[in-house]
């Protein structure tokens, strides 16, 4: 199937319709992972106190699961848009898995930690933060842990597109696909950013000898802004779009 009789959807020509052993593998290595996420961490439940506490962990295991979907979409969106098969899509895509299974174990221990601030403590805390001398240093090791493996999968899917971009005469790329492209290259950026920015303020709040407590948890919070830049960001790309722009004035 060439690139012009391939189907399209959202504005984009779908090059990648056959599915690719690595495709295959990143599926496999994301539902391997999730099943790390189960609530139940040792073993089922025999009472129903038991039960109830497992049900508690459901908060986190929901924040996870949408944290690596996110991730996992983006890969599958970048493989049917391109159906890129060779060595660099190859590596990056196994990265990719690499980043995945290490970041899962501390994804869940800094998402039930997080949310069991701010439950004030009814969600339970995977991390085992106690109040004393070594709170500070291990929050901020958490956070420093959590963004190093965001920013990571958000670069990775960043090289993706951007590995794409540069094979765009060959793909047979119009306009407006290279203008989608870039414009999942600049929002994977954006994530990028924000977890460097938190890691490097976790750094800060280290070297503090009594860091204001707002200060404290500012690395994670940072993650907040991402409310606010991603929506304004796809808002105005979606503006710029060559297709939107063709469009004659009502």
């Known amino acids: 199937m060439t690139a012009m ?15 690719t052993r690595t495709e295959t593998f990143v599926d496999a290595a994301f539902a391997f992972s999730l099943t790390l996420l ?9 009472s129903a106190s038991e039960l109830r506490e497992a049900m508690r962990r459901v908060p986190a295991f929901i924040a996870c699961f949408a ?14 848009r391109f159906g890129l098969d060779d060595a660099r899509s190859t590596v990056l895509s196994l990265a990719f898995v690499l980043v995945v299974l290490v970041y899962v174990y501390p994804l869940r221990m800094v998402i039930s930690s997080f949310l069991s601030l701010l439950s004030g403590g009814w969600l339970p805390d995977e991390l085992g933060l106690e109040p004393g001398p070594g709170l500070q240093r291990d929050l901020q090791t958490a956070f420093i842990v959590y963004s190093a493996g965001f920013g990571l999968l958000a670069l990775i899917v960043c090289l993706l597109n951007a590995h794409a971009l540069r094979n765009a005469v060959l793909l047979q790329l119009d306009a407006e696909e290279r203008h989608i492209t870039r414009a999942e290259i600049g929002l994977y950026r954006i994530l990028v950013l924000t977890a ?34 991603m929506p304004a960001y796809a808002l105005h790309q979606e503006r710029r779009r060559p297709s939107r722009r063709c469009m004659p004035a009502a």
């Open 67 to 80: 944290l690596l979907a996110l991730f996992w979409s983006a890969h599958g969106r970048w493989s049917r």
């Open 38 to 46: 189960v609530i139940f961490v040792d073993q089922l439940p025999g």
């Open 5 to 19: 009789q391939a189907p399209v959807v959202g504005g984009f020509r779908l090059r990648g319709t056959q599915v």
């Open 196 to 229: 460097l920015a938190s890691l490097l303020l976790s750094l800060v709040v280290l070297l503090v000898a009594d860091p204001h407590p707002v200060l404290i948890g500012a690395p994670m919070w940072l993650y907040v802004s991402l409310c606010a830049s």
